[in-house]
């Protein structure tokens, strides 16, 4: 019965969040929605878990303390100076103690006003420092964003600044590192592909912590660009006022095509999870395709919250991720599935359409060529002034459902990113809303840059 | 520690094995080669494999007896009349004791000249046969293929007779029945979806028992059609003289796209394991097409025994999956995988291919148009026969490679199955061989039906 | 996706239930409290749960139909002629549909005045009965208790006789046979070890269905002597009322010796789940020992449902596995669990007692002996009946905390069963109760047979 | 697809080794015997395994290292100064990348002479270390033995020094410590429970680490007292010259008392690994018992490598456990188990014995009582000196099988230790050589320390 933290990562957001147990107890650092995780690990090592800590209102996605809380009997703490309409808030330096080990709280605002960092320690070694729980202060390779705040962006991207270099740092660079997101978050571009680091190793080679004087780190992070999904909104208010408990995971049910039929009659949204190349052999007309991987990052900026889902997987055993995937982002209304997915529809009789794929060498082939088209880049702007292709027009992924009217319906679309797969759910959408003639680059800007397409930069 | 009868199924063979025990020890029947499932079932029961009965040399999967016995210390027991190199026979009548189980042999040759049937009595509640396992005598709806004896036809077609009319249903209506194949199995062509049955059951419903006139019978299965993947003859040869020893799994490494086309140039077959729609959308030229679930039934007439194998797959999950199905018929030569599938090639700048999707309307169109172009229909004589679209040019997905020649590859090909899933197998063989106009009737049979298309008979 | 029958025993209890499914649908027949496997399977074979069937209101478990429905939109049924509070009542020839299965309903009262059974057809292969689920009215080898009408003895014993001969054996020999309960039910004594049966193999060896001659059935029946545990009534009334809803497990916390000293003297009952030895070797003074896998056979005779339980368990993997069988008989208050066992309360320097075992030789000896001892023989009538030591003092295990007052405190008890086991919970009832001098015969009868004892009859 | 460093722990031995990977690769530190956990993480992330580094020439466990580059072609490597049958030998500064990662070589000497540590960098974020691998080096809280070349002690324990101090510390306060060995190993005695720290954690609070002073550091390790299991000298031959292989692992076959016995009269011991109580309540007379989770600490004192091993489990599922505890330690010749456990036994009429607990009040008394006894203290000699009872005779368990003619057969015996545990092995081995009168002190002496005995210092 050592001392164990275990990290629990939530795939897609590239949520981490943590159980520390020594003795008979346990806490755990931003648990996530389907917490039935936190409680299997609490029997397996036979602690209770008495406290959960929130580093920050979350608003990527609906954070699972109240029901932990509901379940376990546990408190949830979180900092300062935010409304929470359930939960205790804990000051500067509270400190908690979990076996020998002790969790101290330091208030390290920037991210949000009221984040905190958890400092840990272990009694039976000394005061140093074994650990923090930074929350969204501080990442592998990375820090927060400090865009939420937008009057006032100088003031909080100054309190980064000094939770950092004043707070963080100084616990010394032995200190192991546990930030609430990893690789692929939306709440930061450049983190790390590795997940174990150290103060000392961030102070060092984290590129942000490199801009040590104030002004010019405040400069820096003022002049960030970060997208923000329309489902931000829903998740800052559901962590604020406490989301609505989930006993369980919704159980969609089978659907035979005639059933899928009807539900899209009744109002429902048909959602394709599949692989790019399943969809773009063949869909059906009118769904709106993110594959399964894409989901955590684009559901949120293209689904809404007021109807049902179907959806239409590769494969039965899609159906429960995807269902994690959603409540964790608040959607809950997850009808049913297509059972026998694109072959039932198909054997059906029922139409299909498709999508094709266009390979780097004849995208540069049309680009020199007379026929009009348009090339839809779908990138993030940081990405596309990176560097594109000739007469590309852009349109990030996430305003696309808004933007639509800026296009030339009459023109043929090849649908383009970094690498294909973001462009078939641009592909998807656009067919949806009636464009006839739609392809998807697979490959796209990886492929462009192997076969020597020529690049505009700025 | 009650007495147990575990059935293992063999997905896609839809072969059923069987582990039966009482008291310390166990009986396997008709191990598959992958035989680590009846250690463990052993293990958890707390009993000793004993004996090993093989019901009949088999021809559609190398049988594990070999690996089972040497692993387990276990007596492999066949039919009289075939030349083993390995295990003992047995004869009619000798029975074999597990705990207050016994099994009976009975000779019950027709599928195969040494075929035996094995019958179970528990001495605890009398003689009644409790249960029969007849191997490939007799299935839930069907009987035994009798076409591996052409010089004999009506001589093993009386056999069988003989063995189900007076040995098998003499047995009594309240014998469950135990088969070596559930539906979907090469070995019979009407099994019934239904898995559980009783002699009592099959006497009043199975359609070929009906055939209660001993000629009639015989007429009826001489006249029978089956087709032998090539596979077949590797099969009987392992299955007699003993097949190597598997020690383990292979664990095909995962391989880059420039790894992938260096083993394509030493001499490897890519094999794509993807849906049908995947490979539709985008697939890489000069592979084979066979998605994992039809693998078992269709890489016998398609794969050879002389190259490596390099898997693309769906995602990594299907590897070993697929190298099971391999192995079960003798397929060992797996060295690899694509990482990171399809997706990683597109990122490559490497060139891929697609093949159009045509629904049954387009279908219906075209067949009524003016542009010449070859309907390429691959389904089994029966079914061709039992009903076609007009024109249709009928070759056996089995026997396509070999027959090649007799396309004109000048006219475009539009592939046709029952569903269309066969149909991408075929429309990848024939992209492989430089056919350039290709497409693939996903829905195809059945789609028609559904909307209409005009079928004809005979 | 063929039909599937799944069935799902309950350990224990030897309570059998069933999810049966075809096509998009299943139903479940007398689902346990404990049901989210019913749930998964349903996931697993991508189909939905429609109907739930209780074949009678079952006296020895928590029927999960309420919470099954609860979370599946499933309609529950049940026999008519029991004023259920909820569910709808179906009648004789009443049919369901399951793809192509169907189930036909047929009134089999006997064990309840209410009993159904169901008769499954398989459309697509005509009208013989393929299988028939009996309930408590026919098992392997034996048929279904009628006492639980003391007053219409000879009538329910009729009614039982009628539903078997004349509407449960007439549906053929090769009826499968799924009853509710296999080997070691409370609900019949003489139970086959075989789990697997059709209605010919009982018709011709169950030993009372060979009692044809309807006045020799009823006596036969009337003169069967069962023990009833006190928790049958509280099954009886929450299982024609609905259980309240158990949305989880409850998940016992872990406990210090002190707090499970604390919860002691608060009222809670220390429940030791270890086995015979290790109680032998060690236990907490006050507690009651019920191994664990006798837990579901005793618990209902000895526990009541006021006061919470802490349990005692040999490794924290038996506490989930205690939850189970304690709430299936609607004991929900398990508030916690001796973290680090019996050696945890060792080390705290806190007293334990232990409880020696006499083997049968010395148990001999001492009977030849002249130092007065009780001879505690707890085993069930039937069993003392037909064999007994001399001078043994027979109470019932599930009589003995009520009939402890028969006892001399003054002289030393050894108890006495079938193998020493049963002993050891009545040995730990002594200690509670104040009795100084307790052993246990580790091995009992079973020994005395084997080393020569002498054996009374009678 | 991240980089990812997972430790695999094996429980008991408290073996820490790591696999690590990146890209298409990944590397093995310090593999264990049954190594397929390696292959099945490396098959999960799509690595190979191109790399096996021996941190040193292991002396408590057979290192895997053959086995899994048998089976996955990677190359072994150790360090210089010992003559390995097998592998490849590194020098310092010898560097192998694994995708972004490069492992760097440090020769660490000291606990061995040919010790390495591997140096971790993340070529995407700069040259300071991320983490390292110490081996048998440094651990969490404590430093690697010096006692393995009894010749030379102040020798290699200044190498350790210089290697602590002049090569693993200078790597920086950020690094994360990975060593061999975690709480509970007998290559270490006061490593710490946690288990994550870093140079800069340990440079401060490690114990060992504050004697920065060479010749005080030295004057420190010269004077630690270890001991040395008797299979260490196993150990260190198959470790120098390669273990055989073992293709998989051994399957104890299930054994009646019966079969049980006749294996024992052919020389085979019996091994008990039921709990302390189950013990001391009921076991077999001759066998040896090791309760299951101490096996791995003291098999290697106490069994020979020249019989067969019978064990008698609590529950069927320790089986399997026992057999990887016993496999690491290189034994491998365990024939069988005693199926059905001690009940077995017990109702087969078998003699059994028990060994009484004595509580720490009991065992006061008796000191102070006029009853002779021996109160055997089986414990450390550094345990014992730190606090002992009046009058205890010490022997080390590790040693009480060859020094058991100095104990007084005459006189009862009560065996003691720090809690029990150790005390019941003790027992049993006194009972296997006739002692007759012998008791265990359940609780020991942190009972006695609870309920206020006197302690004797030193």
Redesign the interface.
Known sequence: ?????EKIKSEGLAHLSYIVG?G?EAVVVDPRRDCEVY?KIA??E???ITHIFETHRNEDYVIGSCDLAR??GAVIHHGVGLDFAYGESVAEDDAFAVG?LRLRVLHTPGHTLESISLVLT?R???E?P??VFTGDALFV?DVGRTDFYPDRKREVAGLLYDSLFNKLLPL?????LYPAH??GSVCGDSM??????????E???NPVLQKTEREAFIDYKVNEHHTQPAYFRKMEALNKDGAPPL??LP?P????PAAVNQAVKDGALLLDL?????????FIPGSLAIPLDMLPAYAGYLLEYDYDLVLVP?E?EQ??VAVRYLIRMGYERISGYL?????AW????R??D????V???TLNERLHGDTAFTLLDVRKASEFSAGRLHNATHIFLGDLQERLGELDRRQPVVTFCG???RAIIAASILKRHGFESVEDA???M??????GCSIVEG
Do not use: W
């Open positions: 019965m050592s001392m164990f933290i020594d008979d409680i029997q397996r036979g602690v209770r379940r376990t020998d272990d039976s070694s000394g140093t074994v650990a390779g010394g660079d032995q200190a192991i990893g690789a790390a592909a590795r997940e174990f680091s150290t103060l000392g190793h102070r060092r080679h006993d369980r159980v049910v089978p659907m035979t599949r692989s790019p190349e399943a969809i773009a052999g063949a590769e039965p159906v429960p059972k026998g997915g694109m072959h198909e054997v059906s009789g139409e299909y498709r999508i094709n794929a390979h780097a060498n690498s294909g797969r697979l490959g796209s990886a492929a462009c840059k192997r076969v």
